[in-house]
């Protein structure tokens, strides 16, 4: 299993471009989260998906969108980067049964 | 606003040491608590769960849990190196739905040889 996989790994955009960050897991989880973490802020939450078909908000949702594809695939867009949207994106999948986050490797994205 | 604190370190311990590493939460109604650990560059991976008051053990690592102080730690015994690494607090909200986490900003913990 690969757990769960986040492409890019990194991305360098100019201010006011569009990206979509991926991500998957393959080990039947019906949750998944997107977070950012930035240095001293810890992680913070940005959307979430309780289960396939639904989304929410979390801590900082301003200036993201989010789209539950299907049960494996979570993915995150940027409509119009910001210099502030500079960060590291993680996302992570929940297994209910041990009550654990696994995160993937996450994005290192640079906004100019 | 729910918070979750936690010192930013460096907390700086000899090799051989116990590390002590704390976190308070400020909403009452949490239910569970969690420890991960990140290492520079790298992502978070759990180490510790807790959900009742009082202690849990999992080998050098012992979570520690008081609900009625807001208040839960992480000990780690005969700390190595390895050990060497960002210690993020996690807590789950009462009512959450969906399994989201408050996470506080880390401790950084530094095991000097």
């Known amino acids: 299993n690969a757990g769960v996989t986040q492409t890019p790994k990194f991305q360098v955009l100019k201010t006011g471009q569009s990206m979509t960050l991926q991500c998957a897991q393959d080990?039947?989880?019906?949750?998944m989260y997107w977070y950012r973490q930035d240095p001293g802020m810890g992680l913070r939450l940005i959307y979430y998906s309780a289960s396939e078909g639904t989304t929410d908000k979390g801590e900082v949702p301003n200036g993201y969108n989010v789209s539950r594809l299907n049960k494996r695939e979570f993915s995150l867009r940027l409509e119009s980067a910001a210099p502030s949207q500079t960060s590291v994106y993680f996302c992570a999948s929940r297994a209910a049964s041990t009550d654990t986050q696994y995160f993937g490797p996450g994005t290192r994205l640079t906004v100019l | 606003q729910k918070e979750v604190e936690q010192n930013s370190g460096p907390l700086s311990v000899p090799e051989g040491a116990i590390a002590s590493l704390n976190c308070t939460y400020s909403?009452?109604?949490?239910?569970?608590f969690f420890w991960y650990r990140q290492y520079s560059g790298k992502s978070p991976e759990l180490i510790m769960s807790i959900y009742s008051n009082g202690d849990k053990e999992d080998g050098r690592f012992t979570a520690q849990l008081n609900k009625a102080s807001q208040y839960v730690s992480l000990l780690i015994r005969d700390s190595q190196p390895s050990d060497s690494a960002t210690y993020l607090c996690a807590v789950r909200p009462d009512g959450n739905q969906g399994g989201k986490l408050i996470f506080g900003q880390g401790t950084e913990l530094s095991v000097k040889p």
């Open positions: 080990m039947n989880h019906n949750s």
């Open positions: 909403d009452r109604g949490s239910q569970s």
